[in-house]
């Protein structure tokens, strides 16, 4: 009985992959659609984006980049696996867009040998390939788009300072006391980049936080699913010891936290540090639950990554790195951002 239904279940991945090969294939000859008249663009190259959580507003956001850009460009770009109930993985979507024959992916990367393999293996049938906000550097990749992990970490550190300062005001406080500082990474963040982050911290501390003591951890998170990136917060809340500073790095994490804090009534005894300007964010900071937020260039990430694939093709080189800017949003400038979230919902 249990071989019949891997066997059906193999059957049913395979089916989807088919379809998802059919699509793409489909696109790539008509990507208009099945009625192509005189004024219907059709482009020579089609581009495929690959990452993991494609329902994050961050990765939607990095997508609008690249379709903007490639307005001025003769390209189509395809969020793969956007529009299919199947939930596939990185690795299935790269496998179907390497025998789709695409001109280009940008993939979010990893350092795993599997995606080293099947970066490799687009490389040499001709595809190449740029990674996005996370790299894989041993692998044929031609460029990587992304953020400094160290630059990240001295603007947290910054923040941090901040916010103890304006605790220890609004507390009357005088004597200076140890600061917990907790920093949630996802399990499939590279340990590479955490180290960066928690470099860039503790520089800025030691450098500019005189007669300030901070004992700075780090927590991995289990981001298989937002359940369990929920309980992983909520554990760390119900610690005899909770943290000063709550540091995360992702847009899932930031609004488990703040919404951990509610639960728990901590608002204003942990001062929450998140990641990525969501509009659940943003009022979140405008409501004073979440202290700051560093937000990313996601258009810029998008650009970067359409240029860097045209330009490797028109000419066969291009940079290895493209840096990305980061803005950091609290009280002071989030009514900026709250007023273009607006604008940016009107025009949709």
Known sequence: MRSKRLLFLSIVLLAAAAVCI??????????????????????????????????????????????????????????????????????????????????????LGNEREDMTALIDKATDRGIPVVTMYTDNADSKRCSF????????????????????????????????????????????????????IISGIGDVLSHEGEGMVFLTDSVAVDDVSPFSVEESIRDIFMQEEIPDILV?????????????????????????????DSEKILNAINRNVVYSTLAVDTAEMGRHCLEALDEYIESGNTNQYFSTDVTMIDRNNVSAYLIKEDGDEKKD
């Open 22 to 107: 059919f699509v793409l294939l489909y696109f790539r000859f008509n990507p208009a659609g099945t009625q192509v008249d005189e004024n219907e663009k059709i482009y020579s190259r089609y581009y495929a984006m690959i990452c993991d959580d494609r329902n994050s507003s961050f990765w939607q956001r990095v997508y609008q980049g690249m379709t903007e850009a490639a307005e001025n460009s003769d390209c189509y770009v395809e969020f793969l696996g956007a529009d299919l109930n199947s939930e596939l993985s990185t690795q299935e979507l790269m496998d179907i867009a390497i025998s789709s024959m695409v001109d280009g992916i940008m993939v």
């Open 145 to 196: 788009v992304g953020v400094s992990a160290y630059s990240i970490g001295k603007e947290y550190g910054r923040q941090i300072l901040n916010a103890v300062t304006e605790r220890d005001r609004l507390a009357g406080e005088d004597v200076k006391r140890d600061n917990k500082v907790t920093v949630l990474f996802d399990n499939s963040n590279l340990l590479y980049d955490h180290n960066l």
């Open 248 to 276: 995360c790095l992702s847009e899932l994490d930031t609004t488990c936290a703040y919404q951990a804090l509610i639960d728990h009534n901590l608002v204003g005894s942990v001062y929450i540090l998140g990641y990525h």
